[in-house]
Protein backbone atom coordinates (compact mmCIF):
# COMPACT_ATOMS: atom_id res chain seq x y z
CA UNK A 1 0.00 0.00 0.00
CA UNK A 2 1.19 3.62 -0.73
CA UNK A 3 0.20 7.04 0.25
CA UNK A 4 -0.61 9.16 -2.21
CA UNK A 5 -0.60 13.14 -2.86
CA UNK A 6 -3.94 13.99 -4.59
CA UNK A 7 -3.78 13.44 -8.80
CA UNK A 8 -0.66 11.08 -8.29
CA UNK A 9 -1.48 7.59 -9.61
CA UNK A 10 -1.78 5.79 -12.67
CA UNK A 11 -5.92 6.39 -13.14
CA UNK A 12 -4.82 10.21 -14.24
CA UNK A 13 -7.93 12.06 -12.10
CA UNK A 14 -8.13 15.27 -13.81
CA UNK A 15 -7.43 18.02 -11.14
CA UNK A 16 -9.77 19.38 -9.31
CA UNK A 17 -10.41 22.36 -7.00
CA UNK A 18 -10.27 21.89 -3.04
CA UNK A 19 -8.86 18.92 -2.95
CA UNK A 20 -6.09 19.09 -0.50
CA UNK A 21 -8.09 17.22 3.12
CA UNK A 22 -9.72 19.48 5.47
CA UNK A 23 -7.74 20.44 8.53
CA UNK A 24 -10.62 21.60 10.94
CA UNK A 25 -8.79 23.85 13.89
CA UNK A 26 -12.45 23.85 15.81
CA UNK A 27 -12.47 21.33 18.75
CA UNK A 28 -14.38 18.28 17.82
CA UNK A 29 -18.61 18.64 17.24
CA UNK A 30 -20.13 17.20 20.08
CA UNK A 31 -16.89 16.39 22.54
CA UNK A 32 -17.00 19.26 24.86
CA UNK A 33 -19.89 20.96 24.41
CA UNK A 34 -22.27 21.08 27.73
CA UNK A 35 -25.34 19.70 26.98
CA UNK A 36 -27.60 22.32 28.74
CA UNK A 37 -28.11 24.54 26.38
CA UNK A 38 -29.44 28.30 26.83
CA UNK A 39 -31.55 28.16 23.36
CA UNK A 40 -35.22 27.10 24.22
CA UNK A 41 -36.25 23.24 23.42
CA UNK A 42 -37.85 22.12 21.39
CA UNK A 43 -36.49 24.41 19.01
CA UNK A 44 -38.51 26.02 16.02
CA UNK A 45 -36.61 24.59 12.92
CA UNK A 46 -37.83 26.56 9.32
CA UNK A 47 -35.80 25.65 6.62
CA UNK A 48 -35.12 28.67 4.29
CA UNK A 49 -33.93 26.59 1.16
CA UNK A 50 -32.36 23.21 0.19
CA UNK A 51 -29.55 23.19 -2.47
CA UNK A 52 -28.15 20.20 -3.94
CA UNK A 53 -24.59 20.04 -5.09
CA UNK A 54 -24.17 17.11 -6.84
CA UNK A 55 -22.21 13.81 -7.14
CA UNK A 56 -19.32 13.50 -4.19
CA UNK A 57 -16.08 12.25 -5.67
CA UNK A 58 -12.13 11.13 -4.91
CA UNK A 59 -9.97 13.52 -6.24
CA UNK A 60 -7.32 10.28 -5.94
CA UNK A 61 -9.14 7.42 -7.70
CA UNK A 62 -11.99 5.80 -9.29
CA UNK A 63 -14.81 4.22 -7.05
CA UNK A 64 -18.11 3.49 -6.68
CA UNK A 65 -19.30 3.27 -2.88
CA UNK A 66 -22.10 3.58 -0.02
CA UNK A 67 -22.22 5.65 3.09
CA UNK A 68 -19.96 7.78 4.34
CA UNK A 69 -19.71 8.58 7.87
CA UNK A 70 -17.60 11.06 9.08
CA UNK A 71 -16.03 11.61 12.28
CA UNK A 72 -13.14 13.77 13.33
CA UNK A 73 -9.32 12.81 14.66
CA UNK A 74 -7.30 15.84 15.81
CA UNK A 75 -7.63 18.35 12.30
CA UNK A 76 -8.82 15.96 10.20
CA UNK A 77 -12.24 14.49 9.56
CA UNK A 78 -11.96 11.02 8.20
CA UNK A 79 -15.19 9.50 6.12
CA UNK A 80 -15.89 6.02 6.53
CA UNK A 81 -17.52 4.16 3.35
CA UNK A 82 -19.01 0.55 2.52
CA UNK A 83 -19.25 -1.27 -0.25
CA UNK A 84 -16.28 0.34 -2.34
CA UNK A 85 -16.49 -0.95 -6.21
CA UNK A 86 -13.51 -0.41 -8.29
CA UNK A 87 -14.57 1.98 -11.69
CA UNK A 88 -12.72 3.83 -14.36
CA UNK A 89 -12.81 7.79 -15.00
CA UNK A 90 -15.97 7.08 -17.11
CA UNK A 91 -17.63 5.18 -14.41
CA UNK A 92 -18.46 1.90 -16.26
CA UNK A 93 -19.70 -0.60 -14.06
CA UNK A 94 -16.61 -3.20 -15.67
CA UNK A 95 -15.76 -5.64 -13.04
CA UNK A 96 -12.27 -4.44 -11.50
CA UNK A 97 -12.80 -5.37 -7.87
CA UNK A 98 -13.56 -3.98 -4.82
CA UNK A 99 -13.65 -4.32 -0.93
CA UNK A 100 -16.63 -4.28 1.96
CA UNK A 101 -15.27 -0.97 3.19
CA UNK A 102 -12.92 1.90 2.70
CA UNK A 103 -11.83 5.23 4.24
CA UNK A 104 -11.14 8.84 2.98
CA UNK A 105 -10.77 12.40 4.16
CA UNK A 106 -12.70 15.34 3.26
CA UNK A 107 -11.83 18.36 1.75
CA UNK A 108 -12.90 21.81 2.06
CA UNK A 109 -15.11 20.87 -1.05
CA UNK A 110 -18.06 18.66 -0.23
CA UNK A 111 -18.10 17.20 -3.23
CA UNK A 112 -14.26 16.16 -3.08
CA UNK A 113 -12.54 13.92 -1.18
CA UNK A 114 -9.28 12.40 -0.65
CA UNK A 115 -8.36 8.72 -0.37
CA UNK A 116 -4.96 8.93 1.41
CA UNK A 117 -4.04 5.10 0.93
CA UNK A 118 -3.99 3.35 -2.52
CA UNK A 119 -3.03 -0.27 -3.87
CA UNK A 120 -0.58 -0.67 -6.68
CA UNK A 121 -3.58 -0.20 -9.12
CA UNK A 122 -4.52 3.07 -7.68
CA UNK A 123 -7.76 1.93 -5.70
CA UNK A 124 -8.22 1.92 -1.98
CA UNK A 125 -7.60 -1.03 0.20
CA UNK A 126 -10.00 -2.69 2.45
CA UNK A 127 -9.61 -0.25 5.77
CA UNK A 128 -11.05 -2.38 8.65
CA UNK A 129 -9.30 -5.50 8.24
CA UNK A 130 -10.35 -9.47 7.48
CA UNK A 131 -8.24 -11.11 9.73
CA UNK A 132 -7.11 -14.55 8.99
CA UNK A 133 -6.12 -15.21 12.59
CA UNK A 134 -9.98 -14.92 13.39
CA UNK A 135 -10.36 -17.84 10.88
CA UNK A 136 -12.03 -14.55 8.47
CA UNK A 137 -12.21 -15.33 4.31
CA UNK A 138 -12.07 -12.37 2.50
CA UNK A 139 -14.01 -14.36 -0.01
CA UNK A 140 -16.74 -14.74 2.49
CA UNK A 141 -16.52 -12.10 4.97
CA UNK A 142 -17.35 -8.80 4.86
CA UNK A 143 -17.68 -5.71 7.57
CA UNK A 144 -19.31 -2.71 7.85
CA UNK A 145 -17.52 0.68 9.49
CA UNK A 146 -19.39 3.57 10.80
CA UNK A 147 -17.39 6.87 12.13
CA UNK A 148 -14.28 7.13 13.86
CA UNK A 149 -14.36 8.62 16.98
CA UNK A 150 -11.10 10.66 19.00
CA UNK A 151 -10.25 8.85 22.22
CA UNK A 152 -7.08 10.44 23.11
CA UNK A 153 -4.87 13.15 21.03
CA UNK A 154 -4.23 11.81 17.47
CA UNK A 155 -6.33 8.34 18.11
CA UNK A 156 -9.67 7.00 18.42
CA UNK A 157 -12.26 4.17 18.19
CA UNK A 158 -14.36 2.80 15.22
CA UNK A 159 -17.34 0.20 15.85
CA UNK A 160 -17.60 -2.06 13.15
CA UNK A 161 -20.02 -5.53 12.20
CA UNK A 162 -19.01 -8.31 11.21
CA UNK A 163 -21.00 -10.14 8.14
CA UNK A 164 -20.55 -13.47 6.58
CA UNK A 165 -22.01 -13.36 3.06
CA UNK A 166 -21.36 -16.55 1.33
CA UNK A 167 -22.72 -16.01 -2.27
CA UNK A 168 -24.18 -12.68 -0.89
CA UNK A 169 -26.65 -13.66 1.69
CA UNK A 170 -25.91 -11.75 5.07
CA UNK A 171 -24.87 -13.60 7.99
CA UNK A 172 -24.60 -10.98 10.68
CA UNK A 173 -21.63 -12.29 13.34
CA UNK A 174 -21.43 -9.90 15.95
CA UNK A 175 -20.06 -6.44 16.19
CA UNK A 176 -16.85 -4.96 18.04
CA UNK A 177 -14.49 -1.74 18.51
CA UNK A 178 -11.07 -1.13 16.30
CA UNK A 179 -8.91 1.67 17.32
CA UNK A 180 -8.08 3.94 15.10
CA UNK A 181 -4.64 6.12 14.54
CA UNK A 182 -3.95 8.77 11.86
CA UNK A 183 -0.15 9.99 10.94
CA UNK A 184 -0.21 13.36 10.57
CA UNK A 185 3.74 12.92 9.59
CA UNK A 186 3.26 12.23 6.30
CA UNK A 187 0.80 14.06 3.28
CA UNK A 188 -1.88 13.16 3.00
CA UNK A 189 -2.26 12.04 6.71
CA UNK A 190 -2.46 8.49 6.47
CA UNK A 191 -5.05 6.32 9.06
CA UNK A 192 -4.43 2.65 10.20
CA UNK A 193 -6.18 0.50 11.90
CA UNK A 194 -6.58 -2.52 14.35
CA UNK A 195 -9.33 -4.70 15.67
CA UNK A 196 -9.49 -5.47 19.32
CA UNK A 197 -11.13 -8.98 18.64
CA UNK A 198 -13.16 -11.13 16.10
CA UNK A 199 -16.59 -9.04 17.68
CA UNK A 200 -17.51 -7.91 21.34
CA UNK A 201 -21.19 -8.13 20.85
CA UNK A 202 -22.98 -11.69 19.39
CA UNK A 203 -24.97 -10.66 16.56
CA UNK A 204 -27.13 -13.04 16.88
CA UNK A 205 -28.55 -12.35 20.76
CA UNK A 206 -27.15 -8.79 20.88
CA UNK A 207 -27.40 -5.39 19.40
CA UNK A 208 -25.55 -4.44 16.67
CA UNK A 209 -23.75 -1.78 19.05
CA UNK A 210 -22.26 1.02 16.40
CA UNK A 211 -23.94 -0.17 13.47
CA UNK A 212 -25.95 3.04 13.29
CA UNK A 213 -22.92 5.63 14.23
CA UNK A 214 -21.24 6.62 17.48
CA UNK A 215 -21.37 10.02 19.36
CA UNK A 216 -18.76 11.87 21.64
CA UNK A 217 -20.35 13.61 24.22
CA UNK A 218 -19.19 14.70 27.86
CA UNK A 219 -16.78 12.29 28.45
CA UNK A 220 -18.78 9.36 27.12
CA UNK A 221 -18.67 7.65 23.74
CA UNK A 222 -22.24 6.61 22.59
CA UNK A 223 -22.68 3.63 19.88
CA UNK A 224 -26.29 3.13 18.61
CA UNK A 225 -26.66 -0.10 17.32
CA UNK A 226 -29.80 -2.16 15.25
CA UNK A 227 -31.69 -4.51 17.16
CA UNK A 228 -30.63 -7.37 15.19
CA UNK A 229 -32.67 -9.58 12.56
CA UNK A 230 -36.28 -9.03 13.21
CA UNK A 231 -35.77 -6.41 15.30
CA UNK A 232 -36.58 -3.07 14.36
CA UNK A 233 -35.46 -0.63 17.16
CA UNK A 234 -32.31 1.01 17.57
CA UNK A 235 -30.80 0.51 21.26
CA UNK A 236 -27.83 2.39 22.83
CA UNK A 237 -24.08 1.68 24.48
CA UNK A 238 -21.66 4.08 25.83
CA UNK A 239 -18.67 4.01 28.08
CA UNK A 240 -16.09 6.58 29.09
CA UNK A 241 -13.87 7.82 26.99
CA UNK A 242 -10.73 7.12 28.54
CA UNK A 243 -12.10 3.25 28.54
CA UNK A 244 -13.22 3.20 24.94
CA UNK A 245 -11.10 -0.03 24.54
CA UNK A 246 -12.59 -2.19 27.64
CA UNK A 247 -15.77 -4.18 26.62
CA UNK A 248 -15.88 -4.68 30.37
CA UNK A 249 -16.29 -0.81 31.12
CA UNK A 250 -19.79 -0.39 28.55
CA UNK A 251 -23.34 0.45 29.92
CA UNK A 252 -26.47 -0.33 28.12
CA UNK A 253 -29.92 1.95 28.11
CA UNK A 254 -32.61 0.25 29.60
CA UNK A 255 -34.97 2.65 29.08
CA UNK A 256 -34.83 3.74 32.47
CA UNK A 257 -30.79 4.27 32.82
CA UNK A 258 -27.75 2.76 32.34
CA UNK A 259 -27.10 -0.88 33.82
CA UNK A 260 -23.46 -2.87 33.23
CA UNK A 261 -25.67 -6.00 32.67
CA UNK A 262 -25.34 -6.86 28.45
CA UNK A 263 -29.09 -6.49 26.97
CA UNK A 264 -30.41 -9.57 25.05
CA UNK A 265 -32.20 -9.36 22.00
CA UNK A 266 -34.95 -11.85 23.11
CA UNK A 267 -35.71 -9.97 26.00
CA UNK A 268 -36.04 -6.25 24.06
CA UNK A 269 -38.78 -4.14 23.01
CA UNK A 270 -40.23 -0.75 22.57
CA UNK A 271 -38.78 0.19 26.22
CA UNK A 272 -35.29 0.26 25.94
CA UNK A 273 -35.02 1.68 22.59
CA UNK A 274 -34.04 4.87 21.54
CA UNK A 275 -34.91 5.18 17.61
CA UNK A 276 -38.01 2.49 15.63
CA UNK A 277 -37.59 1.58 11.97
CA UNK A 278 -33.60 3.17 10.74
CA UNK A 279 -31.83 2.52 8.24
CA UNK A 280 -28.88 4.84 8.71
CA UNK A 281 -28.02 7.94 9.75
CA UNK A 282 -25.84 9.99 12.44
CA UNK A 283 -25.83 11.73 15.61
CA UNK A 284 -24.07 15.42 16.16
CA UNK A 285 -24.40 18.15 17.93
CA UNK A 286 -26.33 21.34 16.68
CA UNK A 287 -24.91 24.70 17.94
CA UNK A 288 -27.98 26.31 15.74
CA UNK A 289 -30.51 24.74 17.61
CA UNK A 290 -28.47 24.33 20.73
CA UNK A 291 -29.12 20.19 21.16
CA UNK A 292 -28.35 16.61 19.37
CA UNK A 293 -29.69 16.10 16.10
CA UNK A 294 -30.51 12.81 14.49
CA UNK A 295 -30.02 12.79 10.73
CA UNK A 296 -30.76 9.98 8.95
CA UNK A 297 -33.10 8.01 6.33
CA UNK A 298 -35.73 5.00 7.79
CA UNK A 299 -36.99 1.77 6.33
CA UNK A 300 -39.72 3.13 4.13
CA UNK A 301 -37.90 3.59 1.17
CA UNK A 302 -39.23 7.05 0.92
CA UNK A 303 -35.94 9.10 -0.77
CA UNK A 304 -36.54 11.13 2.67
CA UNK A 305 -33.91 13.29 4.22
CA UNK A 306 -34.64 13.68 8.54
CA UNK A 307 -33.92 14.93 11.19
CA UNK A 308 -34.63 14.47 15.09
CA UNK A 309 -33.48 16.49 18.00
CA UNK A 310 -33.59 15.60 21.57
CA UNK A 311 -31.25 17.31 24.78
CA UNK A 312 -29.56 14.10 25.42
CA UNK A 313 -27.78 11.11 23.64
CA UNK A 314 -30.36 8.71 24.65
CA UNK A 315 -33.41 11.18 24.24
CA UNK A 316 -36.19 11.04 24.43
CA UNK A 317 -36.42 12.29 20.78
CA UNK A 318 -38.85 14.48 18.75
CA UNK A 319 -40.65 13.41 15.92
CA UNK A 320 -38.85 13.40 12.53
CA UNK A 321 -38.81 16.64 10.37
CA UNK A 322 -37.96 16.13 6.40
CA UNK A 323 -34.75 18.27 5.51
CA UNK A 324 -35.15 16.96 1.58
CA UNK A 325 -37.25 14.65 -0.86
CA UNK A 326 -35.08 13.52 -2.90
CA UNK A 327 -35.80 11.70 -6.43
CA UNK A 328 -33.92 8.00 -7.00
CA UNK A 329 -31.78 7.07 -9.45
CA UNK A 330 -33.57 4.38 -10.65
CA UNK A 331 -37.14 4.11 -10.52
CA UNK A 332 -38.30 1.72 -7.84
CA UNK A 333 -35.38 2.34 -5.61
CA UNK A 334 -34.28 4.64 -2.60
CA UNK A 335 -31.75 6.61 -1.14
CA UNK A 336 -30.63 5.64 2.23
CA UNK A 337 -27.64 6.46 4.87
CA UNK A 338 -27.75 10.22 5.35
CA UNK A 339 -25.49 11.70 7.10
CA UNK A 340 -25.01 15.24 8.62
CA UNK A 341 -21.60 17.06 7.70
CA UNK A 342 -21.46 19.61 10.25
CA UNK A 343 -17.79 20.86 9.92
CA UNK A 344 -18.62 23.33 6.72
CA UNK A 345 -20.52 25.58 8.84
CA UNK A 346 -19.60 25.53 12.49
CA UNK A 347 -22.35 27.92 12.97
CA UNK A 348 -24.88 25.26 12.42
CA UNK A 349 -27.30 27.68 10.14
CA UNK A 350 -26.28 25.49 7.19
CA UNK A 351 -25.86 21.68 7.07
CA UNK A 352 -24.42 19.52 4.35
CA UNK A 353 -25.82 16.31 4.49
CA UNK A 354 -24.87 13.44 2.34
CA UNK A 355 -26.94 10.36 1.34
CA UNK A 356 -26.20 7.50 -0.94
CA UNK A 357 -28.85 7.34 -3.96
CA UNK A 358 -28.76 3.82 -4.79
CA UNK A 359 -26.97 2.24 -6.62
CA UNK A 360 -23.62 3.41 -4.89
CA UNK A 361 -23.63 7.34 -5.55
CA UNK A 362 -22.85 9.39 -2.64
CA UNK A 363 -24.74 12.96 -3.27
CA UNK A 364 -24.62 16.26 -1.23
CA UNK A 365 -27.00 18.68 -0.51
CA UNK A 366 -27.05 21.77 1.52
CA UNK A 367 -29.88 22.32 4.00
CA UNK A 368 -30.53 26.22 5.12
CA UNK A 369 -32.04 26.79 8.26
CA UNK A 370 -34.03 29.58 9.15
Known sequence: MVAVSPQCHNLHIPAQK????????????????????????????????????????????????????????????????????????????????MTSDSLALATHDPLVVVDPVLNNDGYPPQFCPIVSSFDEDPADCALGITNAVENTDGNGVMFFLLNHRPNGTNNLIGAGVATVTLDTSVYPPTPSIQRLAKYWWDATCEPWYGDICALRSEGYIYAYGHGGEGNPYVYLARVAVENATDLSCYEYWNGEGWQTEKLQTKSLGEKESIFWQINQGQVVWSSYFGCFIFVYCDNWMNSKVLMKTAQRPEGPWSDPTTLYQATPLTEGSSIYAAVPHPYFDESGRTLVVTFTNHPNVVQAVKVTFG
Open 18 to 97: NASPLPNNTSIPGASHKTASSKPYPPNITITCVDFLGDVQSATTCVKRDLGFQGQIGEYVLLSYGDTLYSDANNSDTWRG
